[in-house]
């Protein structure tokens, strides 16, 4: 994809593991 949308999906997983790693 664009480079924003890849940019966005790298936020989105940090985003995620970060949940994770908080429960």
Known sequence: G???SQVNEAME???SFAS???K
């Open 13 to 15: 997983l940090a985003t």
């Open 20 to 22: 994770m790693k908080l």
């Open 2 to 4: 664009t480079d924003a």
